[in-house]
């Protein structure tokens, strides 16, 4: 089974830190990405990679920053937390291929105070 | 531009009642279609996907899903709901212009009544 793992299951920090969260796959999926889940809003992609030191824009990259320099691990940067980036952040991987489907990790509910 | 929509944001059954949630989706070419179940404080799983073989789909769980071009719909349903079955439910629609991008629906969450 594909294992997605995210460092953080619950995390706290202060407006105005910079605020890392790792995500590793075991599966040497080529496609790595970061969801924002909100209620009502459900899933926003923030940032998207399709190969190492590869990235891509998702619907809503500001504020944030992504670093991918081995396959199986991408991180996603707060570069100065605000409160309105507390959420729960989901990373998922997937195949390079068309249609196969996304595996997620637990996710991290990240409050910012 | 593509898009999903989830009907009706929570849902409510009792045990043993006939589950149905309801997708639609629009897309200007043939689309590949994904239901997800998120359980309390877990990430997404993959309950069962459409891409273009039959058009009615069976996933884990008991659950299925038919595809219907004419209504562009792909609602998921179970023929008896268990208490286990209580989540967040998502439908999403692979992405035109990226193929490994998924767009998601804002989700329906099952509640199940003893």
């Known amino acids: 089974d594909v294992k997605v793992t995210q460092s953080s299951r619950y995390l706290v920090k202060r407006t105005g830190e910079k605020v890392f969260l790792e995500c590793v796959q075991d599966m040497d999926h080529e496609n790595m990405f970061w969801y924002r889940q909100d209620p009502g809003l459900g899933l926003r992609l923030i940032y998207f990679s399709y190969d190492v030191k590869m990235k891509e824009k998702g619907d809503i990259p500001e504020g944030y920053s992504v670093s991918r320099e081995k396959k199986e691990r991408f991180s996603l940067i707060l570069e100065s937390a605000s409160t309105n980036q507390t959420s729960m952040y989901l990373c998922?991987?997937?195949?390079?291929?068309?249609?196969?489907?996304?595996?997620f990790g637990d996710g991290t509910r990240l409050s910012i105070l | 531009a593509q898009s999903v929509t989830q009907l009706g944001s929570h849902v409510s059954v009792s045990e043993g009642a006939l589950v149905l949630l309801r997708c639609n989706y629009s897309?200007?070419?043939?689309?590949?279609l994904f239901w997800y179940v998120q359980y309390p404080n877990q990430g997404l799983q993959l309950l069962l996907k459409?891409?273009?073989?039959?058009?009615l789909v069976k996933g884990i769980n008991g659950f299925e899903a038919e595809f219907k071009k004419s209504e562009t719909s792909f609602h998921l349903t179970k023929p008896s709901a268990h208490m286990s079955d209580a989540a967040e439910y998502f439908c999403a629609v692979r992405a035109i212009y990226n193929t490994d991008k998924l767009i998601f629906g804002t989700g329906t969450r099952l509640q199940v009544f003893p």
């Open positions: 897309s200007s070419v043939p689309p590949y």
């Open positions: 998922a991987s997937s195949q390079g291929r068309n249609n196969q489907p996304q595996h």
């Open positions: 459409y891409t273009s073989a039959a058009t």
